[in-house]
Structure formats: structure tokens, C-alpha cells
């Protein structure tokens, strides 16, 4: 489906591209787009981008060209994701919260 990455902390776009067989001015588009794309930016204007970007940029590539959404409806579908992200930390820090307290309770038997 894609290209293959190398292992390393940060990509250059023309590696992005490469990887996904889109134009860099498409990245560079997308990147105004959606918030969940933002690579660091060097003060010489150079853009790297993380493993994370990485996985957001396949996200939506597949959302708008595989899937066929508009970017509006990936921007709505990115949104409901990140508030279900969000749901499913808080469920699970308060089952963290129990589990110790479970565990508290069965060592002072």
C-alpha cells in the first residue's frame, strides 16, 4: 500500500510524499487542514515530521482518498475520534483507580 520508512525520529516531507505517492504541496495543504498535522518546523522553514504525524497523515489519507470523504466529513470524523480517544483515558484511569484500590483491599485481608 505504502512505502517503507526507515526507523528514525523525523522525516522530511519529500520522505512523507514518497511515502504515500502524494505531492508535498498536498501534505503542505493538508497540514493547514487538519490541527492533528503539525510537524516541527525549523526557523529555516524546514518541516519534520514525527512517526505520529505519520500515522495521522495515513488516517486521513485513507479517510479522503480510499474512503472517498470530503475533507469536511474527515475533519468531523477526526473530531469524534479524538473525543472518543479522549472518553476511553478517562474510563481507563478510573479503572486503573479501581484495580488499585481491588488490590489494596485484598492485601489488608
Known amino acids: 500500500m505504502f512505502g517503507t520508512l526507515p526507523e528514525k525520529k523525523y522525516y522530511s516531507i519529500s520522505e512523507v510524499a514518497i511515502h504515500f505517492n502524494v505531492n508535498t504541496s ?6 493547514k487542514e487538519f490541527d492533528q498535522i503539525n510537524p516541527l518546523i525549523k526557523s529555516s522553514g524546514i518541516r519534520k515530521f514525527t512517526r505520529e504525524n505519520i500515522e495521522t497523515i495515513s488516517l486521513i489519507y485513507t479517510m479522503l482518498k480510499k474512503d472517498g470523504l ?23 484511569k478510573k479503572l486503573n483507580k479501581i484495580k488499585e484500590e481491588l488490590r489494596s483491599l485484598k492485601n489488608n485481608l
Not at 498536498?26 to 497540514?31: F, G, K, Q, S
Not at 470530503?70 to 474510563?91: P, W, Y
Request: charged fraction near 35%; hydrophobic fraction near 35%.
Open 26 to 31: 498536498l501534505l503542505r495543504y493538508w497540514e
Open 70 to 92: 470530503t475533507i469536511q466529513g474527515a475533519k468531523k470524523k477526526l473530531k469524534s475520534k479524538d473525543i472518543s480517544d479522549s472518553e476511553n483515558l478517562t474510563i481507563l
